[in-house]
């Protein structure tokens, strides 16, 4: 069965400093992977996705996330954190071979001045 | 502007009342979701419909109920059996359901029983 864990519930980092959000999974296929962002009381936005690509994806506000299958990891990364970052972030993988997501539980990014 | 729209984005129920939340979509995308999300957990599939006229349950139906009569339209109704409805639902829709499709999502529906 497939599932997602995100290892921190809450990451707080100062502002310029990088970000690491962590994401392990496990799946009995080659899965598809992304990463959602949520601004408080707003709906969900797409950050990044794998799809047996490149292991390496650049998503949009300079995040960025490697997939490997070794490790069965899809850490979400950033080199310097923007206050506007703060926000939670949810790492997703299809289940099976159709098109359900099952969803991490969260991380909470915080950033300090 | 092509996107999710969802209505209202608070609602108040009394218990014992049925509620329906909107959730329509311009986007022509054929796969429609509806979630659940509690603080401290992901989100969790109540319902999803790959076409018109068709509606599966996801992981914690119990309670709830759908329809999809039109394409662009997926509307959910809280019923009095579901016994914990506060929460924030949030609407999805995809192009088709397939795994490496990404799913676009409303605003949410903040609901609240009182």
């Known amino acids: 069965a497939q599932s997602v864990t995100q290892l921190d519930s809450h990451v707080s980092v100062s502002e310029g400093t990088p970000v690491l959000l962590r994401c392990n999974y496990s799946?009995?296929?080659?899965?598809?992977l992304f990463w959602y962002v949520q601004h408080p009381n707003k709906g969900l936005q797409l950050l990044l996705k794998y799809t047996s690509a490149a292991t390496l994806v650049k998503g949009i506000n300079g995040f960025e996330a490697e997939f490997k299958k070794s490790e069965t990891s899809f850490h979400l990364t950033k080199p310097s954190a923007h206050m506007s970052d703060a926000a939670e972030y949810f790492c997703v993988v299809t289940r099976d071979s159709n098109y359900q997501l099952i969803w991490g539980a969260g991380t909470k990014l915080i950033i300090k001045p | 502007d092509g996107g999710i729209t969802q209505s209202p984005k608070y609602l108040f129920r009394k218990e014992g009342q049925n509620v329906t939340l909107s959730c329509e979509q311009n986007?022509?995308?054929?796969?429609m979701y509806w979630y659940r999300q509690d603080p401290g957990q992901g989100l969790r599939l109540i319902y999803y419909s790959q076409i018109v006229n068709d509606f599966q349950k996801g992981d914690i139906a119990e309670g709830y109920s759908v329809s999809r009569e039109k394409k662009e339209s997926f509307p959910l109704t809280v019923t009095s059996a579901q016994k914990n409805p506060t929460a924030f639902y949030l609407c999805a829709s995809s192009l088709k359901g397939s795994g490496g499709t990404e799913a676009f999502f409303g605003q949410g529906t903040r609901l609240t029983v009182v």
């Open positions: 986007l022509n995308h054929d796969a």
């Open positions: 799946s009995s296929y080659s899965p598809s």
